[in-house]
């Protein structure tokens, strides 16, 4: 929910300057709230149409998404456990992402959709439009600290900059062309993570910088795809 100051944050009542809108599973309880606090750790509010005061009116949900989606600099897509059956959720994510990109191209605006992804996860689902993935654990405290480097970063929150001044040492970095679909994103892995890739992991320095040639699973298509990552320095 939105002031004239702000976003009030759902998890601690407060106004945060920024807003991250939320795509997932509601059956990713546990993960949807690390996200939640997360965000809210670093002075970012989080819209989740079932949390809203909208969800329980007559307002029609695609206007309402629409909405709030306009007002979002980050739009996060979770992709949690339960999302491969979560079809109804799957066909909002093609409409909240064409949404999205449709409002940044309009008012050439610098806004990012990043998909999340535990990094032991192979799921299957089409996301249109995927500009940025990140590969992390989900079940570590490291692993959202390294996200949580991520939204301090994008969101350019200077009052946390220090905080997240190892983020570049700390994840990988590739640009993704998936011969399968041809979808084309920038990837980012945590590097503490990498050994937690199920498959395909090799590791070798050109210079003075590390090369890890590594596979991932593509969330458009979900076939493997191979490429190098390097540090962000």
């Excluded at 991932?216 to 540090?231: A, D, E, H, L, Q």
Aim: hydrophobic share 40%.
């Amino acid at each position: 929910m939105s002031t004239t100051q702000g976003f009030k944050c759902i998890c601690c009542g407060k106004t945060h300057e920024k807003q991250a809108f939320i795509s997932h599973s509601q059956k990713d309880v546990a993960i949807k709230q690390k996200l939640m606090k997360a965000c809210c750790e670093v002075g970012v509010a989080t819209f989740l149409y079932e949390c809203s005061p909208e969800h329980k009116s007559n307002a029609s949900p695609a206007e309402v998404i629409s909405l709030e989606i306009a007002k979002s600099e980050m739009f996060f897509i979770l992709l949690g456990d339960s999302i491969s059956k979560a079809y109804w959720t799957q066909a909002w994510i093609g409409y909240e992402t064409g949404t999205f990109k449709a409002l940044k191209d309009f008012y050439q605006a610098q806004k990012y959709v990043i998909v999340l992804q535990d990094i032991r996860q192979g799921i299957k689902v089409c996301v249109p439009t995927l500009e940025s993935l990140f590969l992390f654990d989900f079940y570590s405290e490291a692993g959202w600290d390294r996200f949580k480097d991520l939204v301090i970063v994008l969101g350019k929150l200077e009052q946390f900059y220090q905080a997240a001044s190892g983020f570049r040492t700390a994840a990988l970095n590739a640009n993704v062309k998936c011969d399968n679909c041809k979808s084309g994103y920038e990837a980012w892995i945590a590097k503490r993570d990498v050994c937690k890739l199920e498959k395909g992991l090799n590791k070798f320095k050109v210079g003075p910088q590390w090369i890890y040639e590594c596979m991932i699973k593509c969330p458009s298509c979900g076939k493997m795809v191979t490429r190098c990552f390097t540090s962000m320095l």
